[in-house]
């Protein structure tokens, strides 16, 4: 399946993308994303920071990637590396 | 305190200016025995009053080491102490850390962004090939950008003042982080990073370019936002594309209000409030600190009028009435903002 990983805010607010192509199932995928999903945030007092998202199976879903386990460190590393800014 | 005082006369302490009569006088209280000193007299007793202490700057800058935990920053410079010896970035910042503490100071009586002293805290390095910085509500951060498109963010004194004033807002309005309240947060952190910018190279509303983050986007024709011509910052960048900001409210952007959306554009529609900021100082000519500055000082930080829901149109309000306490009514400062929120369409 296709994911795609995209960083949204900053200063300047301009999306960055990058996709690749792994072998998850999709109850690996349910796993991953239950393990790194975030919840709605709530207000914040941090200005200008910048936030990521996953897109797997059609659905968007925020990311800590901080939290990501080390099975898949590998993948996220390269995607992060391959971060694009999508021109507007 | 009388008392003591004629307690202690008894074992001659006091100045030989109070004389016998008075060394052998009574009195009911203070008040009644100071009432019989002559100047002389109540000088030689009466500390003068010392002037208030002048608050001091204080500020840290950590080095990340592109590390992400920002508990794990290594301090290098400590209120003047070089602890490592300075890089580019940790002068860059304390050169407009300096410079922010100083304008807020001298130009606004503010001491710090909690008017209490806070200390400012950079945290520099940030990351890997980090490209932004942001205020955490504590603190500042700054990534060394990806050396291709962007240089690192500490190369503009005008990002180092738009997020030292993200602070003040948060201790004064505290205005909300979405659609127009959200912008108005935005658009002050870049008024009055551009006003420590223009200070510190002394400039004037002329001499200005009005730009914000003409270092940190490489490439001469580029910078991050322009102040003066909202949407012309960058134009046809082949990495970004084109700055989408709008310099008038009738090219509002109802962007959707969620992270992905930038909170309703914050980013974007402070292009509005920014050029309605450029073109009052601009008709006011000469610093834009010195009238133009403290009008927007004044009105955002009226906890009274401006609240953290506040709109374009109440700020609008709020800067010509301020224009008008501060100037009077009818005046070309008073004017000036007028004619900035009406070119702006706000």
Redesign the interface.
């Known amino acids: 399946m296709k994911i795609k990983l995209q960083r949204v805010g900053g200063f300047v607010p301009v999306m960055k993308e990058a996709e690749t192509e792994v072998d998850w199932t999709n109850d690996e995928a349910k796993k991953l994303l239950d393990s790194i999903g975030l919840k709605e945030k709530n207000a914040t007092k941090s200005r200008d920071a910048t936030g990521h998202f996953l897109e797997i199976r059609g659905e968007v879903v925020p990311v800590d990637l901080k939290k990501i386990p080390l099975k898949y460190k590998a993948i996220f590393e390269g995607l992060e590396a391959d971060l694009k800014f999508v021109k507007t | 305190m009388s008392e003591k005082l004629l307690d202690e006369a008894s074992k001659t302490k006091l100045p030989i200016i109070l004389n016998n009569e008075l060394r052998n006088s009574r009195f009911r209280n203070d008040r009644s025995f100071f009432g019989n000193l002559n100047e002389a007299q109540r000088s030689v007793l009466m500390k003068p009053v010392k002037a208030a202490k002048k608050p001091a700057m204080k500020m840290q800058v950590y080095d990340m080491e592109n590390d992400?935990v920002l508990s794990n920053g290594k301090l290098v410079w400590d209120n003047g102490k070089v602890i490592k010896s300075m890089d580019k970035d940790t002068k860059n910042v304390v050169s407009a850390g300096t410079a922010t503490w100083d304008l807020y100071y001298q130009i606004f009586g503010r001491n710090s962004i909690d008017n209490l002293g806070l200390v400012l805290k950079h945290y520099i390095h940030y990351d890997t090939k980090y490209?932004?910085?942001?205020?955490?509500?504590?603190r500042m951060v700054y990534g060394d950008g990806d050396g291709r498109?962007f240089g690192s963010?500490t190369a503009d004194p005008d990002?180092v003042g738009?997020?030292l004033t993200?602070g003040v807002t948060?201790y004064e309005s505290n205005l909300?982080?979405h659609n127009q309240s959200g912008a108005l947060?935005?658009s002050l952190?870049d008024v009055f990073g551009i006003m420590i910018k223009q200070r510190l190279l002394k400039q004037d509303v002329k001499k200005s370019k009005w730009l914000i983050?003409e270092n940190v986007?490489k490439g001469a024709k580029y910078a991050?936002?322009s102040m003066k011509a909202p949407g012309t910052a960058y134009v046809d960048?082949p990495?970004?594309?084109?700055?989408?900001q709008p310099a008038t409210f009738d090219k509002y952007m109802a962007l959707a209000d969620t992270?992905?959306g930038?909170w309703g554009g914050v980013?974007?529609n402070s292009g509005i409030t920014n050029f309605a900021f450029y073109v009052a100082a601009f008709n006011m000519g000469g610093f834009a600190w010195e009238k133009a500055g403290k009008i927007w000082y004044s009105a955002m930080t009226d906890k009274e009028n401006f609240q953290s829901t506040s709109n374009f149109e109440d700020f609008k309000n709020l800067t010509i009435q301020k224009a008008e306490l501060l100037y009077g009514s009818g005046s070309l400062e008073a004017k000036a903002v007028t004619d900035g929120w009406a070119e702006a369409k706000v």
Do not use: K, M, V
Not at chain 2, 131 to 138: E, K, P, V
Not at chain 2, 239 to 244: A, S, V
């Open positions: 992400t490209d932004n910085a942001f205020w955490d509500g504590r498109i963010f990002i738009h997020e993200h948060q909300i982080y947060n935005e952190s983050g986007l991050l936002r960048h990495d970004l594309g084109t700055d989408p992270e992905r930038d980013h974007i």
